[in-house]
């Protein structure tokens, strides 16, 4: 198979779809690679470490897409590049399609068959090519509160882990899963006053063995909810509704109370945010105030850690990047049905249930589409 990577063109994204050592796998395997000519550079792989990997290096975006049978992305493709896609085409990337009516329908008009990371399942019923990103912007996203909070950038000027005599900042975490794990091990980390708050018993639990003394475990009624963001100087929204739009679980109102400087960190701002206020932010450009409250919502974090994010994203997506190369997508969907969870759009059907659901689209199962 002919597989295409091209630069990534969303603001500020450094990372790339395939590193050199996954383009050498896939070379190995019989494939033929064409990177974008500095596809790369923002990890530190120039195009001679690519063609030394056995990639070819092609000029520009127009000339990967046009060659490609398979394009293996980062971010959602962009209008410029959705316009490129064929109903030949196989596209292998994070989509995050319920928020976005626009790509949804460009998608769906190209006939490409669209298979979303996002959505890829495992055997524990965890979404392994999700987790590294979720991983890092749990991370990314204390870093983000923290400078944020810093009187210089619009906030408090509060610092987490305060200092003797003074009492450090208040962290509410929304969300106990991957990304708010991360998140409260790094504010722990800091020795911020850390509040994590979700719903499931289970997740309750875990999170209360592990964390002990060191963070505080509350169930995430509206009430509760409502007392902690009200309280806090950073809420860090890390609410997942797999392939669906993420529950707006901080309203306007609920700003009224909180204290002037204090700042929210919206982590779910690719499935449409889970703060009412909420709307997507670039790293050129990462914040804004909406009654006397910080917004951070950068929808590609993990970007500003590119080498980090690319290499732990190619270490989950390079095994079904290779399954699809050597089977094809329908054999490799056929063949794993945790692979075709990650159909979202194929022939101009919608696949993923959500995504039909939120947007309007027929849901077609995607064992009809494959068959």
């Given at each position: 198979?002919?597989?295409?990577?091209?630069?990534?063109?969303?603001?500020?994204?450094?990372?790339?779809?395939?590193?050199?050592?996954?383009?050498?796998?896939?070379?190995?395997?019989?494939?033929?690679?064409?990177?974008?000519?500095?596809?790369?550079?923002?990890?530190?792989?120039?195009?001679?470490?690519?063609?030394?990997?056995?990639?070819?290096?092609?000029?520009?975006?127009?000339?990967?897409?046009?060659?490609?049978?398979?394009?293996?992305?980062?971010?959602?493709?962009?209008?410029?590049?959705?316009?490129?896609?064929?109903?030949?085409?196989?596209?292998?990337?994070?989509?995050?399609?319920?928020?976005?009516?626009d790509q949804t329908r460009d998608l769906v008009k190209?006939?490409?068959?669209?298979?979303?990371?996002?959505?890829?399942?495992?055997?524990?019923?965890?979404?392994?090519?999700?987790?590294?990103?979720?991983?890092?912007?749990?991370?990314?996203?204390?870093?983000?509160?923290?400078?944020?909070?810093?009187?210089?950038?619009?906030?408090?000027?509060?610092?987490?882990?305060?200092?003797?005599?003074?009492?450090?900042?208040?962290?509410?975490?929304?969300?106990?899963?991957?990304?708010?794990?991360?998140?409260?091990?790094?504010?722990?980390?800091?020795?911020?006053?850390?509040?994590?708050?979700?719903?499931?018993?289970?997740?309750?639990?875990?999170?209360?063995?592990?964390?002990?003394?060191?963070?505080?475990?509350?169930?995430?009624?509206?009430?509760?909810?409502?007392?902690?963001?009200?309280?806090?100087?950073?809420?860090?929204?890390?609410?997942?509704?797999?392939?669906?739009?993420?529950?707006?679980?901080?309203?306007?109102?609920?700003?009224?109370?909180?204290?002037?400087?204090?700042?929210?960190?919206?982590?779910?701002?690719?499935?449409?945010?889970?703060?009412?206020?909420?709307?997507?932010?670039?790293?050129?450009?990462?914040?804004?105030?909406?009654?006397?409250?910080?917004?951070?919502?950068?929808?590609?974090?993990?970007?500003?850690?590119?080498?980090?994010?690319?290499?732990?994203?190619?270490?989950?997506?390079?095994?079904?990047?290779?399954?699809?190369?050597?089977?094809?997508?329908?054999?490799?969907?056929?063949?794993?049905?945790?692979?075709?969870?990650?159909?979202?759009?194929?022939?101009?059907?919608?696949?993923?249930?959500?995504?039909?659901?939120?947007?309007?689209?027929?849901?077609?199962?995607?064992?009809?589409?494959?068959?």
């Open positions: 198979m002919r597989i295409g990577v091209p630069r990534e063109i969303k603001n500020h994204e450094y990372r790339v779809g395939l590193t050199p050592e996954s383009v050498a796998e896939l070379v190995a395997h019989g494939h033929e690679v064409a990177v974008q000519a500095g596809a790369g550079d923002g990890i530190g792989a120039g195009d001679d470490v690519y063609r030394a990997a056995g990639a070819e290096i092609a000029p520009d975006a127009r000339a990967v897409f046009a060659d490609a049978e398979m394009i293996v992305k980062v971010k959602e493709p962009q209008a410029a590049e959705r316009a490129m896609l064929r109903d030949d085409h196989i596209l292998f990337t994070y989509l995050h399609l319920a928020p976005d009516a190209s006939g490409a068959v669209c298979i979303a990371y996002e959505t890829v399942t495992d055997t524990n019923g965890g979404l392994p090519l999700l987790k590294p990103m979720s991983q890092v912007a749990g991370r990314m996203s204390v870093q983000a509160g923290a400078t944020a909070l810093e009187k210089a950038h619009g906030g408090r000027g509060v610092l987490l882990g305060g200092v003797p005599g003074v009492h450090p900042a208040k962290v509410t975490v929304i969300g106990g899963g991957v990304v708010g794990f991360n998140a409260a091990q790094m504010a722990v980390g800091l020795h911020a006053d850390v509040t994590i708050l979700d719903k499931s018993s289970s997740a309750l639990e875990r999170l209360s063995n592990h964390f002990e003394s060191s963070a505080k475990v509350v169930f995430a009624s509206g009430a509760a909810v409502a007392e902690h963001v009200a309280q806090s100087d950073l809420v860090i929204g890390a609410v997942l509704v797999p392939g669906a739009a993420a529950p707006q679980l901080v309203t306007r109102e609920m700003l009224s109370t909180m204290q002037s400087g204090a700042v929210l960190v919206d982590v779910a701002i690719d499935q449409g945010g889970c703060f009412e206020t909420s709307k997507p932010t670039t790293h050129a450009d990462p914040t804004y105030v909406v009654d006397g409250v910080v917004h951070y919502c950068v929808a590609n974090m993990p970007g500003a850690v590119a080498r980090t994010s690319t290499y732990a994203l190619n270490n989950v997506t390079l095994p079904f990047a290779i399954a699809l190369a050597n089977k094809g997508w329908k054999r490799a969907l056929t063949d794993d049905a945790h692979l075709r969870n990650g159909l979202n759009v194929a022939h101009g059907k919608v696949t993923c249930a959500p995504v039909a659901d939120v947007l309007g689209y027929e849901f077609v199962p995607a064992p009809e589409v494959i068959a």
